[in-house]
C-alpha cells in the first residue's frame, strides 16, 4: 500500500542503497529519520493500550544551530561533567563494553527500546552503514557510563540512540549527549540538529525540548514546512477506526525486512 506524502496519517520506509551527506539533508529536512539502514517518514505511532490498538501523533523537531545560546541551565549541565572524558569518533562498531553498558540501560528504562545496539544499528545480519555516524563516550576515568550515536550529512545530524549507566542518572547524561552534539556541529559550521520527535500523550519524550521550546520547530505535515514549536500541538486527538487501520497498515508494511 504506497502512501503519498501530504496525506493527514501516513508512514513510509524507504531503503537506499547508499545516502550522500546531501541527500540525507534533505530527507531530514522533510521530516525522515533513520530506521536501521533504511529511512523512514511518520506522522503518528501505533501503540497497544489495553486490548484495542491506537495511533498517536508524533512530531519532529529541529533546531538552528546558527541561533542557538547555552541557557543558565545548559551551562550548569555541562559544568557537572567536566570531570568525565568525552570523546567523540567516528563510529566503526561497537564494543563489548558499549553492548554491556546497552544491557544495563535498557533494564533500567521503564519504556520500549531497542532489544540490542545491534538491533538499532542493522536488519537481521550485519551490512555496510549507509549513514555516516560518530559516536560520544563519556568516561569517568576507565569506566564508560555514556554513549550516544549520531548520523552527520552536509550541513545537518541527527541524534540517535544514548544510553548510559542508571547509577550515573542525576549528571543528565542523555541531555548532556544533545548539548555535546551541538558543540561538535558550530565546531563543523553545521546549521540544523534532529533531536527526532515527541509525541502526543508520551511525556517521557518532551526532553527534547529542553534545549529551548522557543527555539524549536516542528514539522507540520499538511504544510510541508517547519514551525515554531508550541504546547498546543500536543494535545490529544481522536481517529476513527478506518483511519488506526489504514495506518496499521502502512506501518506493517513498512515493518517487513526489519
Known amino acids: 500500500m504506497e502512501k503519498k506524502e501530504g496525506k493527514d496519517i501516513y508512514h513510509i520506509k524507504r531503503c537506499p542503497e547508499e545516502l550522500t551527506p546531501i541527500s540525507f539533508d534533505r530527507y531530514l529536512a522533510r521530516g525522515w529519520f533513520r530506521m536501521k539502514q533504511d529511512i523512514f517518514t511518520s506522522t503518528h505511532n501505533l501503540y497497544e ?7 498517536k501523533r508524533v512530531w519532529w523537531l529541529r533546531y538552528n544551530i546558527n541561533k ?10 555541562l559544568r557537572k561533567i567536566k570531570q568525565f572524558a568525552i ?10 563494553e ?11 528504562i521503564n519504556f520500549d527500546g531497542y532489544e540490542s545496539l545491534f538491533s538499532y544499528l542493522y536488519k537481521r545480519v ?18 564508560l557510563i555514556a554513549a550516544g550515536m549520531f548520523d552527520v550529512g552536509m550541513k545537518a545530524a541527527a541524534s540517535g540512540l544514548h544510553f548510559f ?23 563543523n ?16 519524550l518532551n526532553y527534547k525540548l529542553f534545549l529551548g521550546e522557543d527555539r524549536a520547530k516542528y514539522y507540520d505535515f499538511k504544510t510541508r514546512s517547519w514551525l515554531n514549536y508550541h504546547p498546543s500541538i ?17 506501518y506493517l508494511i513498512s515493518s517487513i525486512g526489519n
Not at 493500550?49 to 495511533?55: A, F, K
Not at 558499549?98 to 533500567?108: D, M, T
Not at 550485519?126 to 569506566?143: A, E, L, Q, W
Open 189 to 204: 559550521d553545521m546549521t540544523w540538529y534532529y533531536p527526532g520527535y515527541i509525541i502526543v500523550g508520551k511525556p517521557k
Open 98 to 108: 558499549e553492548h554491556e553498558l546497552y544491557e544495563r540501560y535498557r533494564k533500567s
Open 234 to 250: 500536543l494535545e490529544e486527538e481522536e481517529y476513527s477506526d478506518e483511519q488506526i487501520e489504514k495506518f496499521m497498515l502502512a
Open 126 to 143: 550485519k551490512s555496510k552503514s549507509i549513514y555516516n555516524s560518530h559516536i560520544i563516550r563519556i568516561r569517568d576515568g576507565n569506566k
Open 68 to 77: 542557538f545560546e547555552l541557557l543558565s541551565s545548559h551551562r550548569r549541565l
Open 49 to 55: 493500550e489495553g486490548s484495542t490498538d491506537t495511533i
Open 165 to 187: 549507566d542508571p547509577s550515573y542518572s542525576k549528571y543528565s547524561l542523555g541531555r548532556a549527549m544533545m548539548l555535546i552534539t551541538i558543540e561538535y556541529m558550530m565546531q
Open 87 to 96: 570523546s567523540i569518533e567516528k563510529f566503526e562498531d561497537n564494543s563489548d
